[in-house]
Structures are given as C-alpha cells and as structure tokens.
C-alpha cells in the first residue's frame, strides 16, 4: 500500500538524561555520559568504565506497579521511555483503535541474577570443584535463584510490560539483531504502516549490558575501550588513537504513525521516515565485510526507497563505535555511497558521549537525526583530536555545528553482519 510513515512521539532514557530534552541539551553541548562503573565492582577488569544511567528511581516504579518486582533493568528503561513518548505524542483512548496500535521493539537482555547465579555455580562444584554436577546445579538452583527474575532477563518480557501498559493489541514482535537491533525495529515497523497492518507503532530499543559478563564478554573480544583514567575521553570515533567502543545503557522509543492518522489528530510531526535498508555481510562474527559491502547496499536501499539522491543528505548519523576496524570501513562505505558528496556531507558519531547502547543504540540516533532537523543544530563528535588518514570526513569535531537538516541518514552496523540504514525528511519537506 506503501503509505506514508511519521514519526509523532519521542521519548529517552540515556546516560545524559532520564528524559529527551536533558538528553538532547547535553548532547548539543558535548557533554559526555561515561564515567567509572557503579553498578558491580568492576575494578579487576581490564575495562572499568560505562556509560551508565544515572538517578533512575526504580523503587518508585516497583512500587507504583507491583508487577515490576523483579523487571529487568531494561525493562525500566523502555517504559520511562515509552511513557514520555506516548504523552508527547498526544495520543489518547478516543484516537487509538488498540487493535491497529502495535509494537516493533528491540529489546535486549539484562544479564541474568548474577550474584545468585554464581551462588548456585558454587554450591554445585563437584570432583573438587573441577566440574559443575549438574544434580547438585539443579538443587542449588532451587535455593538461590528466582524464576520470575530469571524470566524477566528475557527480551520478550520488555514487549509483554509494553503492551500490557499501553493496551496495545495490534502486531507485536522484538528483535535482536545485536547493535542494530532498535534500528532495524523501527524499520520493520515503518513496514508494518506501510503494508496496512497497524496505524500507530510503539518501536525502538532498550539494552543495559553492564553488568560482569557482559563486560567480560566484550573485553575478551577486546572491543572495549581501556583509557580507564579518562573515562570522558574514553569513546572517541574516527580518531587514530581511538581503543574501543564503551559500554552504554538506557532506552529510545518512537511513535511511528500513519500520515493521514496523525493530520486526521493534528499531531506534532518530528518528521517522516521514508527509507529502510537492511543486509547481511555474512562475513564474520566481529568483522564487517572489509569493503563494507553490505553497508553500502543498505544506505542505496534506504535511499532508493525515499527517492533520494545523493544531493538531498544534508547529514548522516554514523554508527561510529570508535574501534579500529569499524569506523574506517564506515568512513570507506560513505565514501563509496556518496562518491564525491562524502567530503560534505557532516557525519557524526553521538557514541562519543552516550557510549554504545547496543540494541538501543540506533533509536537515540534516529532522534537525534529529528531534532537536528527541528532545532538546525548537528551534535558533535566529541574527543576528535587527532586526524586519521583513514577517516577523512566531515566528523563534525568537538563542538556541536548550526546547519539546516531537510534530509538524514542513520547508519547501524550488528555484530554479525547486521546492516541497517534508515531514512529521514523534514516534514511538511521545504519547497
């Protein structure tokens, strides 16, 4: 049917902010979130720094809904988020058919009980604790674990507290395709409007990964940053001396709605998704394809199915994680994409200062891509301080940069291979 999809609601939970105003203000600003882990001891890892969210109530929300006694903290997160973009956009009972309202998340785990789980471990150790007995497992598992807690660790339990708490009785799925996961949520449910099944999609992502295996799971792979001593200048894309991404955490949600829906309401439009690409390297597990092949065909795709041409991006909102490997071939894949454009075009990385949120992490992009284009102001790459012959383009270094934004393009890269590219246009679009 192809309709036309707006975004009409915005809501964030960030290591800048409990909110997207606070969030977007720091942002601007070049303010970063990354600071010395807090939420376990982390001080005999080789990296012991996140990007965590700071000053979440979550007593108070446990308490407002005993149902959320033992939620996940991404659970949380996606429903701080989800409640604010839900008032912005203004939608109430009489304007909403719940069974055209649905859900396209990207929701991510939380880390199982750790310390219980390593209490059962120990509690189970057999043959002189060289082997775990597993009778012994089960057993102790009884005595230190918790059901619900584990279940709720779960992804779909994020959607499941979503729909309960919205009345959402339309299609509802989660992905998790790694760090492309919000991305590529929004993108199926841009769709999911498209194709008729749904007017209205609750979509983005939530993830929190800090906690002990998750850091190590990382630091064996050495994909983090280890500048431990300068925490805030830990996270520097497309810089030579860039170590690592950094851990982040928090939630992006976005209310996607049909065009004629939200005129028919007269709602406020951040603006219109119009593309969405999404490939496969099948490559390899950590590395993308060297040519980054896959990436280029998923920006010609978004592109291609907004009509766009290369003339028309105003901005492009990379993934720039700040490892080695995946901000060259980034920088390569734009090059390739927008030929001699790619020298103009701003590109900037707010993975600088809100850390790599992981399945969240494209959901904060693609707003940031909307109120760039609202408020005329592109954020910054932060700790850009020495060039890299291999990333040679417009970062945008240090300080935020006044600029007219009509049309964005928002690149997420999954470890895997996933490649999503989304695309965005001002709305109503300039004459």
């Not at 509802?172 to 008729?196: D, H, K, N, P, Y």
Request: aromatic share 8%; net charge negative.
């Amino acid at each position: 049917m192809n309709r036309r999809v707006v975004v009409t609601g915005v809501g964030a939970v960030s290591p800048l902010g409990l909110n997207v105003r606070e969030t977007w203000r720091r942002l601007v600003h070049g303010e970063s979130g990354i600071g010395r882990i807090t939420i376990f001891d982390a001080s005999e890892f080789p990296t012991k720094i996140a990007a965590e969210v700071r000053g979440f109530d979550f007593d108070r929300l446990r308490q407002q809904d005993p149902t959320l006694a033992h939620a996940a903290r991404s659970t949380f997160f996606a429903l701080k988020a989800a409640q604010e973009a839900f008032e912005d956009s203004r939608l109430r009972p009489f304007n909403i058919h719940p069974e055209r309202f649905g859900i396209y998340f990207g929701a991510g785990d939380s880390g199982n009980d750790f310390e219980s789980f390593v209490e059962t471990v120990a509690a189970s150790l057999g043959n002189n604790g060289a082997v775990v007995d597993k009778s012994l497992f089960l057993e102790a598992s009884g005595r230190h674990m918790h059901a619900l807690r584990e279940l709720e660790s779960q992804p779909f339990m994020t959607v499941t507290h979503l729909a309960r708490r919205f009345d959402i009785r339309g299609p509802v799925c989660t992905c998790l395709t790694a760090c492309a996961a919000s991305s590529q949520a929004i993108g199926e449910a841009f769709e999911w409007i498209r194709a008729g099944y749904a007017d209205i999609v609750m979509s983005g992502g939530s993830h929190s990964m800090i906690y002990p295996l998750g850091i190590a799971g990382f630091s064996l792979l050495t994909a983090l940053s280890t500048r431990n001593d300068e925490p805030s200048k830990s996270s520097r894309p497309f810089d030579k001396n860039r170590d690592g991404f950094v851990l982040g955490e928090g939630a992006g949600v976005v209310i996607l709605e049909e065009l004629s829906h939200a005129l028919k309401r007269n709602a406020n439009i951040y603006g219109e998704i119009v593309g969405y690409g999404s490939t496969a390297d099948a490559f390899r597990l950590t590395d993308m394809d060297p040519q980054g092949e896959g990436a280029q065909r998923a920006m010609k795709i978004a592109m291609a199915k907004g009509d766009l041409s290369i003339s028309e991006v105003d901005y492009i909102n990379a993934h720039g994680t700040g490892t080695q490997v995946n901000d060259s071939i980034e920088t390569l894949v734009i090059k390739k994409v927008m030929k001699d454009r790619a020298y103009s075009v701003p590109v900037s990385s707010i993975k600088s200062m809100l850390g790599h949120m992981i399945a969240a992490a494209g959901a904060l992009e693609l707003i940031a891509c909307f109120l760039s284009m609202r408020d005329s102001v592109i954020p910054p790459t932060i700790n850009y301080e020495e060039p890299d012959p291999d990333c040679d383009l417009d970062y945008v270094p240090n300080e935020s940069r006044r600029a007219e934004v009509h049309v964005a393009l928002s690149n997420s890269f999954g470890f895997g291979g996933q490649n999503i590219c989304l695309a965005v246009k001002k709305f109503p679009p300039s004459s």
